[in-house]
């Protein structure tokens, strides 16, 4: 916690705050040895978490903080939350800092005492150091990718400061603080929604070549026939089905006649033939019949011999 101003301060009066140096809010950009990528910079437009209780911090730290204390932000119970930027706050008076100008910022799970990440930055002369970083799936780890809606999750963090030498076991722990969880971790929110672009993609791929085929269908043409040159205007696909169906029911009707035809012609052969072989009046007489009238012209002429 920041001490409070007094009257009976060794350090001097407070000048007015217009002779005071502004904020910086200019981008902090991490060294190339970090842990923390450059894509997960600060950005503008971006939340801080108390930002009124981080300026505040900032002029206290600069003026009334002594040697002793080593950040004067987070205070101990204080709250981060996903997607906003996390600030912290520290004394660059410190020698242990002046010799070098040159300070290693540590973020440490609390729970485990392990480094999530860290940077390299240089010290400030002239006013409190000041370094905000994302509150994002780096915080969580894999816990993070198990939340889910109606609840919130904690975890209990705390900022180390050093000389930019490392961490070697000495270094004083800061205030606890808690960063909280409030919804889905982005890294879950990126494999569904790849996931979702994939399955839409093969859909579409799909529905792309079911199109081309049946595209290739209607327009190929049959073994053995010429392909004539398009032309200009293409003859419309509904007319050459008309015309196709228009063949083929005259190609019918004309078996069909003819059949009839050759039917009707049968018939009356077979009708002339009946005709003929059921006549009254045979062709030749029959010669075996005693009773037939020319038996006795035949016998007069026998006799007359």
């Not at 000389?163 to 800061?174: A, F, K, P, V, Y």
């Not at 990126?190 to 399955?199: L, R």
């Not at 008309?242 to 190609?251: D, E, H, K, S």
Request: aromatic content about 8%; some cysteine.
């Amino acid at each position: 916690m920041s001490p409070h101003p007094s009257q009976n301060s060794p350090w001097p009066a407070q000048t007015p705050s217009s002779s005071l140096p502004s904020k910086s809010k200019k981008k902090r950009e991490p060294d190339m040895g970090s842990s923390w990528p450059l894509s997960l910079e600060r950005r503008q437009g971006t939340t801080i978490t108390n930002l009124s209780d981080v300026d505040t911090a900032k002029t206290d730290c600069q003026i009334y903080a002594n040697n002793d204390q080593v950040t004067c932000f987070p205070a101990e119970g204080s709250y981060v939350y996903q997607h906003q930027w996390a600030a912290v706050v520290w004394n660059s008076r410190r020698p242990q800092l002046t010799q070098r100008n040159i300070v290693g910022i540590y973020l440490v799970d609390a729970d485990t005492n392990t480094s999530i990440f860290n940077v390299t930055e240089t010290n400030p002369t002239n006013n409190a150091g000041e370094y905000n970083a994302p509150v994002n799936d780096t915080w969580f780890g894999d816990r993070g990718l198990s939340w889910q809606p109606g609840q919130n999750y904690t975890y209990p963090f705390y900022w180390v400061i050093t000389d930019g030498s490392g961490l070697d076991g000495s270094q004083t722990i800061n205030p606890t603080f808690t960063a909280i969880q409030t919804t889905y971790a982005d890294a879950f929110l990126a494999s569904s929604s790849s996931a979702a672009a994939a399955s839409s993609s093969s859909l579409a791929a799909a529905s792309s070549a079911s199109l081309t085929s049946a595209h290739a269908t209607s327009t190929s043409t049959p073994p053995g026939s010429i392909q004539q040159a398009s032309t200009g205007s293409d003859f419309p696909r509904w007319a050459i089905a008309v015309i196709v169906v228009l063949g083929f029911l005259a190609i019918v009707a004309g078996g069909v006649l003819v059949w009839l035809i050759m039917r009707r012609l049968r018939r009356r052969e077979q009708l002339s033939n009946r005709g003929s072989m059921g006549s009254s009046s045979p062709m030749m007489a029959n010669a075996q019949n005693s009773h037939s009238p020319k038996l006795p012209l035949l016998g007069g002429a026998g006799w007359c011999i």
